[in-house]
């Protein structure tokens, strides 16, 4: 897919100096370099752990839960170099920003992480004419962060330029009380789940393979800048 992409995702600062992220991937890629050598995942580890963001090192964890820092760092220990890390980064014209994104083989992830304590639950409180499926954590209706998820992922498809890769939403709830085996649930296009399994899903094969990873990445680390400490997203 990486031809395909590279097509998709130009100009990856053109018409700029470049960032060093960019020129170092493509002094390392497959179909970069004087040589054009070609790049084993070996090689291009360092470029992943060269892009990606250290979540000791973020700035926003002071504003932020102890279970968004824990999810964050499970995500680095447990994805290690399968996975681009992205944390708190400023959506162009808006105010706030987007908790996680994690660009792995399985896809483009937009996370928002929350530390809700109290059982998750569906729950319908429409009527026989109209259906109104809501969430609920700890009794509290939480179907607002459903909704400005939607607006993260509008504004991560805009930053990559391409309404065709593969962009997944998920809520994860890192304090929550879950029922035994409990599988993600889907509300909308979203996916509302626990640290463990939203974990597995990142790291299940997909459609993207390594060199696509970089360059979706290194296209939203140029766009998509480090947030300065700041309130959460707000659409």
């Known amino acids: 897919m990486a031809d395909t992409l590279r097509g998709r995702l130009q100009p990856l600062g053109a018409g700029t100096k470049g960032t060093a992220p960019r020129r170092e991937y493509e002094r ?12 084993t995942p070996e090689r291009l580890a360092p470029v992943v752990r060269f892009i990606g963001d250290d979540p000791q090192a973020t700035s926003n964890w002071a504003n932020g839960s102890e279970g968004e820092r824990r999810l964050a760092l499970d995500l680095r220990r447990v994805l290690g170099e399968r996975a681009v890390l992205l944390h708190d980064r400023k959506v162009p014209g808006a105010r706030g920003h ?3 994104l994690a660009i ?12 809700d304590r109290g059982k998750v639950r569906g729950r319908d409180v429409g ?27 509008k504004a991560v498809r805009s930053a ?8 997944r939403a998920a809520l994860c709830f890192t304090d929550a009380t879950w029922k035994l085996f409990a599988r993600p649930s889907l509300f909308g296009d979203v996916c ?32 998509l800048t480090a947030a300065p400490i700041g309130p959460t997203f707000v659409a």
């Open 192 to 223: 509302v789940t626990r640290p463990e399994a939203l974990i597995r899903q990142i790291a299940a094969q997909g459609p993207l393979d390594k060199h696509d990873v970089l360059l979706v990445a290194i296209k939203l680390g140029e766009t």
């Open 104 to 115: 792995a083989a399985s896809g483009i992830w937009v996370i928002d992480a929350e530390s």
């Open 98 to 100: 987007v908790d996680h």
């Open 127 to 153: 009527d026989s004419s109209l259906r109104d499926y809501r969430l609920y954590v700890g009794g509290r209706d939480r179907t607002r962060l459903i909704e400005q998820l939607a607006y993260q992922v």
């Open 160 to 167: 990559l330029g391409s309404s065709e890769l593969p962009v």
């Open 28 to 39: 390392r890629a497959p179909f970069g370099g004087a040589h054009g050598a070609m790049a």
